[in-house]
């Protein structure tokens, strides 16, 4: 079973940055596309922004210009490089892969305090 394990997270004020890490043991990571996805208190989760096997990134309108995805392949690891940081992104993040996901993992919080 694949596990995805991410981390990263931590509490910083609005403005401030954080990057955030996932480790995924898929053996054949490089051909699937990742995301990041994040999911507040009451709410669904949400994908925020995505990256393809040629390292094409999207992003949701609400992070675009904040948020930057890269994915390192010889690692097996995605990241969420977050700058200008908001209270309304406090959430728990998770990555899977874009598409079919797999088991979600623990996620990591993100507190952005006014």
């Known amino acids: 079973q694949v596990q995805l394990v991410e981390s990263g997270g931590g509490l910083v004020q609005t403005g401030g940055s954080l990057r955030l890490s996932c480790t995924a043991s898929?053996?054949?990571?490089?051909?699937?596309?990742w995301g990041w996805y994040r999911q507040a208190p009451g709410k669904q989760r949400e994908l925020v922004a995505r990256?393809?096997?040629?390292?094409?990134?999207r992003y949701e309108d609400n992070v675009r210009g904040r948020f930057t995805i890269s994915r390192d392949n010889a690692k097996n690891q995605v990241y969420l490089q977050m700058n200008s940081l908001k209270p309304e992104d406090t959430s728990v993040y998770y990555c899977?892969?874009?598409?079919?996901?797999?088991?979600w993992g623990q996620g990591t919080q993100v507190t952005v305090s006014s």
């Open positions: 899977n892969r874009y598409g079919p996901t797999l088991v």
């Open positions: 990256i393809s096997p040629t390292d094409y990134a």
């Open positions: 898929e053996r054949f990571f490089s051909n699937y596309a």
